[in-house]
């Protein structure tokens, strides 16, 4: 069964950080590139943060380029996104996306939430 899950959201300081992990199951991301997606209250999804199959191409949103970072670990199967200096318009529900031969398969997403 193919399944993408998320995981590492919570509640977070402004100015504070949070590592999401994206793990596959029932499939390899090897040859895959991942992406991050976000969606907060009354608004659109949008896109966040993508890397290639290889890892050696990266994109980011300008609203959070400096301050995320995305990587992975093809070993183990897993995309992260270090989330730094985090500010309350970071504030949604995070999903993790695999753009696959197949087509996207989107993980349930995981909520962060930057409150003082």
């Known amino acids: 069964q193919v399944k993408i899950v998320e995981s590492g959201g919570g509640l977070v300081q402004p100015g504070g950080s949070l590592r999401l992990s994206c793990v596959a199951s029932g499939f390899t991301l090897d040859n895959d590139g991942i992406g991050w997606f976000r969606q907060a209250p009354g608004k659109e999804r949008e896109g966040v943060s993508c890397i290639g199959s290889s890892g050696g191409t990266t994109w980011y949103a300008d609203s959070v380029k400096g301050r995320f970072t995305i990587s992975r670990d093809n070993a183990k199967n897993t995309v992260y996104l270090q989330m730094n200096v985090l500010k309350p318009e970071d504030t949604a529900v995070y999903y993790c996306?695999?753009?696959?031969?197949?087509?996207?398969?989107w993980g349930q997403g995981t909520q962060v939430t930057v409150s003082s």
């Open positions: 996306a695999a753009i696959r031969s197949s087509g996207i398969s």
